[in-house]
Every structure is written in C-alpha cells, then in structure tokens.
C-alpha cells in the first residue's frame, strides 16, 4: 500500500531550523507534483510549498518564501522542506502530500492522491 511518512519535526527556538523529510514508499513517486501543507489548533490547513515531478518548478506561500526550501530526492522517493528562520506563527501539523497540478507555473492541490499523517513543528518564542 502507498503511503507517506514524514520526519524531522520537534521543537525548536525562534530563528532556528529544521528539516522535514518525507518517504514515499508502495510506489514510485516521481510522476507525482510533491507538496506541504500545515494546519495549526482552530485554522484550517494551508499551503506551505510544492515541487514539480520532475524538480524543475518549485512554488511557496508568500510566508514562508525566502525562509524555506523544498526540494526532492526521486531516486530515494523522499521529499524535503528544510525550514529556516523560523518564526512561532510557523507552529503547526506540517504534512506532506502527493498529487497537485501546475496551471500556469502556478500549483494548485487538485486532486491530491495521497496524505502523509503529518509531524509536530513548535517554535518557542
């Protein structure tokens, strides 16, 4: 069975960084556009960054571009999001994702296909 499990997540001071990996195993991943989203206590869940199958186009919500990178691992089927400057407002469930397409150079999560179960960022203040 496919499926997605994440790692890397932990607490961490204001400033600091982390690097979230996530492993795809059951299939190959690399016909797939890979992303991260997050979800925090009372918000609903948001897009954080998308890669394309291939590696070529990367995309970034507005709040965390500059600050983190994603990049892919086809031949180890992994994905990650390495995290730096991190603020308290990046607190957050941080899941990876399989699926998505680009419109445009722009990602958009249609028709995701699959979910990982998601790893605890906390950044203190």
């Known amino acids: 069975q496919a499926q997605l499990v994440e790692s890397g997540g932990g607490l961490v001071q204001a400033g600091g960084s982390l690097r979230l990996s996530c492993a795809a195993s059951g299939r190959a991943f690399s016909s797939y556009n890979m992303a991260w989203f997050r979800q925090s206590p009372g918000k609903e869940r948001e897009f954080v960054a998308a890669?394309?199958?291939?590696?070529?186009?990367?995309s970034y919500a507005d709040s965390v571009k500059g600050r983190f990178t994603i990049s892919r691992d086809n031949a180890k089927n992994t994905v990650h999001l390495q995290m730096n400057s991190l603020k308290p407002e990046d607190t957050a469930v941080y899941t990876c994702a399989a699926g998505g397409r680009y419109y445009s150079g722009s990602y958009s999560p249609d028709d995701i296909n699959y979910w990982g179960q998601g790893t605890q960022v906390t950044v203190s203040s």
């Open positions: 890669i394309s199958w291939g590696g070529g186009r990367t």
